[in-house]
């Protein structure tokens, strides 16, 4: 039996004077544990698969700074390449050759882009792709799915309470409903729904935006046919399909789900990896679409940041990095490891659980299955989660603090570190 009491003294101090100092004491919800209760632990440094928190304390990381850190925290040649570029200067807000590089390596990966645009944040891409989506169609109305995040702008922050599916009743206070009222919500897996939904806002639908991959609703993939449908189905309409790849980019595969599932949408957004751990998102799409933005054209969109140096610099190094060969066998192998191990134990252990994963990217939820849609996840033991979550992190194992995300492994994640965290989750189990 390992010695499940760590020390917390200077996380507790350092969490208790932020939260004086920050809303939650956070600069990001999800990180201050609310759904899992308990006191979230204070990072100091992070490399490869581990994280270490001022108190001392080692962990095996899962969440990779929310997707980034794909190739490990810290890459020595990530961070020697920052060095480099450093020396020239921090922000330009002016043209580099750096943009270039990066938008080649982009635009050549990813099926769906002829032309990119690099903004700094996910959230940014998702609001910027909106507006060019309806500038295009000259139409107002969206569908996005329950449970999909695509970021914190206020069209987006609408879920499906029940039988207000297609009302847009916004999540948080300040977001109006004006704004919300042309984002219709579906069920994700639901085509039909869908159907009904263009059926009903006959030439009003500007497109369709998901996560092809859903990550921030726990882990939950497509059924066959479903991006197939929506592809044919946005066709019929002449509205737009908008692969929200910020999460599965360069991370499910090269060239995202779109490559994966040899689906081309219209337009896609990217974030997370390609910022090697720096602030980037981007959007993109083909030529004519993107000869919308300005000042190519008359769409606006704009960055003091954007395309910043740093950022262009961490993103090639980390796409240079997945570029060389066995990247994504390793990653499948050793989260496929993982997930099934979770999985085989949580089944052992008398709970019920189903999940998956698919190449670097996992999930776990308990209930029995299959979870197929926002509302299948909701069914999940949210309780049991926060004490699996924290039981794991006694052991030295950081999870995502909320049942309703992603798991993550990394270049960096060894078998050891797999075994390690199948050893922990055993004893864990064994006791919830
Ligand atoms: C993280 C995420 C976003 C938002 O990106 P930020 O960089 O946090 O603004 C948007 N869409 C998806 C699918 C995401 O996972």
Redesign the pocket.
């Known amino acids: 039996m390992v010695n499940t009491t760590i020390k917390t003294t200077k996380s507790q101090e350092i969490f208790a004077a932020a939260q004086n100092l920050m809303p939650g004491g956070v600069s ?1 919800p999800v990180r201050a544990f609310k759904s899992v209760g308990g006191q979230p632990i204070v990072f100091d440094r992070v490399k490869d698969s581990y994280i270490w928190d001022v108190d001392g304390n080692q962990y095996i990381d899962y969440v990779g700074t ?2 980034p850190a794909i190739c490990g925290h810290a890459h020595p040649e990530v961070i020697a390449a920052l060095h480099e570029a450093l020396e020239k200067g921090t922000s330009f807000g002016a043209p580099s050759v750096l943009e270039n590089l990066l938008a080649e390596m982009v635009i050549d990966a990813v099926p769906s882009m002829e032309m990119v645009r690099f903004v ?7 609001m910027a792709v909106l507006r060019l989506m309806r500038a295009f169609t000259n139409r107002e109305k969206i569908i996005k799915f329950e449970g ?5 702008a206020d069209m987006f922050l609408v879920k499906a309470g029940s039988g207000v599916a297609t009302l847009g009743l916004p999540d948080s206070p300040g977001v109006p409903k004006a704004v919300t009222s042309s984002t219709l919500t579906a069920p994700y897996n639901d085509l039909e729904a869908v159907k009904a939904l263009f059926a009903e806002n006959r030439d009003e639908i500007a497109g369709v935006i998901l ?1 092809p991959v859903v ?2 609703a726990g882990f939950i993939t497509p059924d066959a046919g479903f991006l197939e449908g929506l592809r044919e189905i946005t066709h019929e309409h002449g509205a737009l399909l908008v692969f ?5 980019g360069f991370r499910i595969a090269y060239g995202g789900a779109q490559e994966r599932f040899g689906v081309t949408p219209d337009l896609t ?1 990217l ?2 990896v390609i910022g090697g751990g720096l ?1 980037v ?1 981007a959007y993109g799409g083909g030529r004519d679409i993107m000869s919308m933005i300005a000042p190519a054209g008359h769409v606006y969109q704009a960055g003091t940041l954007s395309g910043n140096p740093l950022a262009m610099t961490a993103g090639i190094k980390t796409l240079e990095l997945l570029q060389r060969p066995g990247t994504y066998e390793y990653l499948d192998q050793i989260t496929q490891k993982l997930a099934d191990g979770l999985l085989q134990i949580a089944k052992e252990t008398g709970h019920e659980a189903c999940g998956g994963h698919i190449s670097a990217m996992f999930g776990l939820f308990f209930t029995s299955g299959p979870v197929h849609n926002y509302e299948d996840a909701k069914k999940s033991d949210m309780a049991k989660f926060a004490r699996f979550h924290r039981g794991m992190l006694e052991r030295g194992v950081y999870l995502a603090p909320s049942q309703f995300e992603a798991g993550f492994t990394s270049l960096a994640h060894t078998e050891a570190d797999i075994h390690q965290t199948l050893v922990a989750a055993r004893e864990v189990l064994c006791n919830l």
């Open positions: 990001s929310w997707g700094n944040s996910g959230t940014e891409a998702c999909c995040y695509h970021g914190h996560e990550g921030n929200d790849e910020v999460m599965t957004t974030g997370k602030p998102g």
